[in-house]
């Protein structure tokens, strides 16, 4: 099977009613160019949303859709070609966040970032998903389950360093834990602190929970590659860890795309509903807060929040970080489109990790750090490891004196007796 | 001649193309295998439901936040829906032609008022032509589904128009065209963007549905 067959198969392979539709409702209004960041920053028509799925719709319309038979016998739709898929490639990848600001703005209700997701199984079947550092990140992922090749017993090891440092008890691997939180490889990387504040935060509380090797990083970095294959395989492990320790609740880390992965799409991909709850680590701290069981000391600050998109606008919590927030008294600057209308950092969907698409990605940017340097806080929290690494990035480039945290090590850093 | 067949066979055929394409085309997004949501709701069923029906409406109208980048384009479109739905619905002719086929009647509608609506609906359609032609964006976007409707939408009214003054040929040729364009109308209905008069309310409506389910904003 050539490339251009195995690209076809991933586009229109489990195409059902509700993404047909949204496949056969363009009206070709162009309302969506006008919430994406990529179109707004450059003024580029390319980087219109509902264009970068243009191959997936023309393959809809010549394969599978109702009048599939004309499309054919008039040659209606242009055949798919090697050329064409490399011309999208950079589209596909580069310039999509999957921030899901286009399906706010819609008129006709498609979901365009949802197509986006799934353009994205024909191009990776095709061996397009770009090699630095998104393709290559999920190529390792799919084979050792960590982005990164973080084998179950480094993690381990890991974890316990990290607690030692930290001076926090860690557990790892107890044969029955009702929280089982897991980890973002970022925070592996990068943030190893939120290791430590997960691990506070529940020992505080007097929690039973643990850390399972056998299955903890839900980066998933084969979703936004377009690996379906890798995609399941790691939410999977995930799931039969928590189950192998009959978990009642699974906690995903400071990270978007996991959550919407595990939230919305793993008891679909597991098709069966899963035993126990999920919760982003903000929804989990909100949750302990309101319930009285978690109790933080107030804390003097002024700061503004990054929602990421995937936990806001396509998860659904956006409330909690500022449940959180409240508890610790931190006067909030909203940004401007706080919550569901948010700007992406720039960094979603994968594109942080596309080597060639940072002149773009900064000017992605340069928007949020508008808004950021508008709300006139000192701090911008955010609930996102890549996020995070994004607004770091950035702002370093841009000398910024803003500080960027994170709101679970703030509320770690401040828990009440 | 052309004017009985207008009213008589065309209007039959031009019907049956349209209701068993509407169908066909329906069923070719709806049959197709439906994966289980398993993940748990944050919403109830009968909130998934409303947020579906409420999003139908919302969607009419963008969010406040969007409204400088999109006022231009959204306007025009409203100026054009109106206007149609007025001539449609308000205009004497069409009324008595409902009350033929569906047996229902309501008062007319002022001809000033009809004319005034008509005129503005012609505008709109121009102006969105132009804005189609010249905009980078839509450039980029436009096929020929986007011009032949445009071209399908646009005779109905202008015929429309020249009917109702009678400035120009005979009463009956006039009709006759009218008519066929509305014809023309309907049986490319089911097979370009013009389908929208039933996928907008499906698409929206299961966005809405979808996105209650996360309890995400709609």
């Known amino acids: 099977m050539n490339d251009v067959a195995k690209a076809l198969r991933g586009f229109v392979a489990d195409v059902g009613p509700g993404v047909a539709l949204s496949l056969e409702a363009c009206v070709h209004c162009g309302q969506c160019a006008e919430a994406c960041q990529f179109y707004v920053q450059t003024g580029d028509p390319r980087y219109t949303p509902i264009h970068k799925v243009e191959l997936f719709k023309q393959s809809y319309d010549r394969e599978i859709g109702p009048f599939a038979f004309a499309y054919k016998f008039f040659g209606l739709a242009p055949k798919l070609t090697a050329e064409t898929l490399l011309e999208w490639q950079d589209l596909v990848y580069d310039s999509c966040n999957m921030c899901g600001r286009c399906s706010l703005i819609c008129p006709m209700g498609i979901d365009i970032a949802e197509l986006v997701e799934r353009t994205r199984h024909g191009m990776f079947e095709a061996g397009l998903a770009p090699a630095d550092f998104l393709g290559a990140l999920a190529e390792k992922e799919r084979a050792t389950g960590s982005p990164f090749g973080l084998t179950s017993e480094n993690f381990g090891t890991l974890l316990h360093e990290i607690g030692e440092k930290h001076g926090v008890a860690m557990r790892v691997d107890e044969v029955r834990a009702d929280i089982v939180p897991t980890i973002s490889s970022i925070d592996v990387k990068t943030y190893p602190g939120s290791m430590a504040a997960i691990a506070k935060i529940l020992n505080h509380v007097g929690e039973s929970w643990s850390f399972r090797t056998d299955g903890f990083d839900a980066d998933n970095v084969s979703l936004t590659a377009g690996d379906r294959a890798g995609q399941d395989a790691i939410t999977k492990s995930i799931v039969n860890a928590a189950i192998g320790c009959e978990a009642k609740i699974l906690v995903m880390p400071e990270c978007g795309h996991s959550y919407t992965e595990m939230r919305w799409e793993a008891a679909n991909s597991f098709g069966r509903d899963l035993p126990f709850r999920v919760l982003q680590i903000t929804e989990l701290m909100a949750e302990m807060i309101q319930s009285g069981k978690l109790r933080v000391k107030k804390v003097t600050q002024t700061a503004t929040y990054h929602d990421a998109c995937q936990v806001s606008r396509r998860g659904g919590a956006t409330a909690a970080p500022r449940v959180i927030m409240q508890a610790l008294g931190v006067e909030l600057r909203e940004l401007e489109d706080a919550g569901a209308e948010n700007w992406c950092c720039g960094g979603g969907g994968g594109v942080a990790l596309i080597k060639r698409a940072q002149p773009l990605r900064d000017k992605a940017f340069a928007l949020k750090q508008k808004q950021i340097e508008a709300a006139g806080a000192a701090t911008v929290y955010t609930s996102c490891s890549g996020c995070r690494q994004t607004l770091e990035h950035g702002g370093k480039a841009a000398g910024w004196k803003v500080t960027v945290a994170s709101l679970l090590e703030l509320v770690a850093d401040n828990l009440a007796p | ?218």
């Open chain 2, 1 to 218: 001649m052309l004017l009985s067949f207008a009213r008589g066979p065309g209007m039959q055929v031009a019907a049956l193309i349209m209701v068993v394409g509407m169908f066909w085309r329906l069923a070719g997004i709806l049959l197709l295998r439906r994966r289980a949501a398993h993940a748990a709701a944050r919403n109830p069923f009968g909130a998934r439901l409303l947020g579906g029906a409420v999003t139908v409406f919302t969607r009419t109208i963008p969010r406040r936040t969007f409204w400088p980048r999109v006022a231009p384009g959204v306007a025009l479109s409203y100026v054009f829906h109106v206007g149609l739905f007025i001539i449609l619905f308000g205009g004497a002719p069409h009324i008595l032609i409902i009350h033929e086929i569906f047996g229902v009647s309501w008062p007319d509608l002022p001809k000033g008022v009809i004319v005034v609506a008509s005129g503005l609906t012609l505008a709109a359609l121009i102006a969105l032509l132009v804005r189609r032609l010249t905009h980078p964006v839509l450039q980029l976007l436009s096929t020929a589904d986007d011009f032949l409707s445009w071209l399908i939408v646009f005779l109905p009214v202008a015929t429309g128009i020249l009917l109702s003054g009678e400035t120009v040929g005979g009463y009956g040729t006039l009709l006759a065209l009218h008519i066929l364009s509305v014809e023309a109308l309907m049986i490319w209905l089911p097979f370009g963007k013009l389908m929208h008069v039933a996928l907008v309310f499906a698409g929206r409506g299961v966005l809405g549905y979808n996105f209650a389910r996360k309890g995400a904003a709609t």
